[in-house]
């Protein structure tokens, strides 16, 4: 089992719509949860980050994490064109050595207006 | 804000040619990480370092080496470049310890085609 899985996709959804991206993961020592975004032919850049299990909002994301689960979600409202991108799910641990991100495979989400 | 800057956006070289992808960060992070990007494949890690003169192997370190002389400055060499390694390379910076543990900053990648 890998330890980030990551729904591929890709998605694609007209403007205005909700979108909903999924990870889940095997390993519960993963503490912390980020979402980055990655526009075509650039490097990903950090959107959200969370720590506890529950909801993070900003603006129109929002991050969810079940830990006893081992899911997480990230939520688009109200989704525009300029959201089309990469959507890469990671996580890590504190401590242990272990300063690594494991990232899932990203999935493309497509707005169309 | 926090700049990852690689030197090149695209690259071609002929097989078995020694390549050199530079990286800089401009705000003293401890941390830095070299990966490679695939359609279906996602982010693998090639190698990472801690500190100057600090190299630990990644998932994927055949073919690869690393160079960090300097804290701001990681280099990425394919000895010998073949066909299998024309990707995208991104290149990656943190803080260390409790400072870093909400991610990385990427530079904007290198897309490098081995012909």
């Known amino acids: 089992q890998k330890e980030v899985e990551q729904d591929p996709g890709p998605l694609s959804v007209p403007e205005g719509a909700i979108v909903s991206l999924n990870c889940t993961y095997s390993?519960?020592?993963?503490?912390?949860f980020m979402w980055y975004r990655q526009y075509s032919r650039k490097g990903p850049e950090l959107l959200m980050y969370?720590?506890?299990?529950g909801n993070k909002e900003d603006g129109r994301f929002t991050a969810q994490v079940d830990k006893s689960s081992k899911y997480i979600s990230l939520f688009i409202r109200d989704s525009q064109p300029s959201d089309s991108a990469t959507y890469l799910c990671a996580m890590r641990q504190f401590g242990g050595g272990s300063e690594k991100l494991v990232f899932g495979k990203g999935t493309k989400l497509t707005v169309n207006p | 804000d926090v700049k990852v800057t690689q030197s090149s956006r695209y690259l071609v070289k002929r097989t078995g040619e020694k390549v050199f992808l530079e990286c800089v960060q401009d705000m003293d992070h401890e941390n830095m990480f070299w990966y490679r990007q695939d359609p279906g494949l996602g982010l693998r890690l090639i190698y990472f370092s801690y500190d100057v003169k600090m190299k630990e192997k990644g998932d994927i370190p055949e073919g690869y080496s690393v160079s960090r002389e300097k804290k701001e400055r990681f280099s990425l060499i394919l000895e010998s470049a073949s066909t299998n390694q024309t990707s995208m390379y991104l290149c990656?910076?943190?803080?260390?310890?409790?400072?870093?543990?909400?991610?990385?900053?990427f530079g904007s990648g290198t897309r490098l085609t081995v012909v």
């Open positions: 390993n519960s020592a993963f503490q912390y």
């Open positions: 990656a910076s943190s803080l260390s310890g409790r400072a870093g543990l909400y991610g990385y900053t």
């Open positions: 969370t720590y506890s299990s």
